[in-house]
């Protein structure tokens, strides 16, 4: 079931200046190349952003504080966007202090945009991807992630396509004008070719 919050925008997203990565609960991503271990390390950097921006709002857990303004509420299921899928994650949640209505996490906010995946199902239909291929042409992500990933479906993919090419009609207007002015140009570039060659023949025979 859905739970509909009122929720408050915050600050931005908190970047610290280090991140400690846990280089044993990467071993079978580091088994399949860079780009996994990557992937593995990103996905642990995000988490540690996420609590970054959970300590901006309500600060450190366990020592309270009497001015905060904000209260940690646990966490929920959620997914954030990771080269053109959605991939599962626990997010957090936080509430005002006097329990008013939910804020958002500006990390969480960040990750979990689905910005991306429209853009990239745009660019992929107008490079002819079709959407029964479109799995097959995104980047790998490493076989633990891509078992858990979603939204590369048929129909995930033309709904994000139907809904970019809505936000972006000038765009797709201007390349369609675009394509039709190169073929038109390169017709007209080969009939006048053709005609030139016509009229050599006819002269050479005329001599």
């Known amino acids: 079931m859905k ?18 990565i846990a280089m044993a609960d990467l071993a079978q991503e580091l088994r399949e190349g860079l780009l996994a271990l990557a ?3 990103g996905l642990q950097v995000m988490d540690v952003l996420l609590e970054e921006s959970v300590i901006a709002l309500a600060g450190p857990k366990g020592r309270h504080d009497p001015d905060r303004v904000a209260v940690r509420h646990g966490h929920e299921e959620g997914s954030v966007t990771l080269g053109g899928r959605r991939v599962p994650v626990r997010r ?9 209505c939910e804020l958002s996490v500006p990390a969480y906010e960040h990750f979990s945009s689905t910005e991306v995946l429209s853009r990239l199902a745009l660019e992929k239909m107008l490079a002819k991807l079709s ?9 790998p992500v490493g076989e633990r992630v891509e078992a858990r990933a979603s939204s590369m479906s048929r129909s995930a993919v033309s709904r994000r396509f139907a809904s970019a090419r809505r936000a972006r009609p000038l ?20 009939r006048s070719r053709s005609a030139t060659r016509v009229g050599s023949a006819v002269n050479s025979i005329r001599t």
């Open 3 to 20: 739970k509909n919050y009122q929720t408050k925008t915050t600050a931005a997203m908190i970047v610290p200046d280090s991140v400690a």
């Open 39 to 41: 992937v593995g390390t």
């Open 92 to 100: 957090p949640r936080v509430r005002s202090a006097d329990g008013a």
């Open 131 to 139: 959407t029964r291929r479109y799995k097959s042409g995104l980047e």
């Open 171 to 190: 765009c797709l207007s201007g390349c369609r004008i675009t394509l039709w002015r190169s073929t038109m140009s390169s017709r007209v570039s080969i």
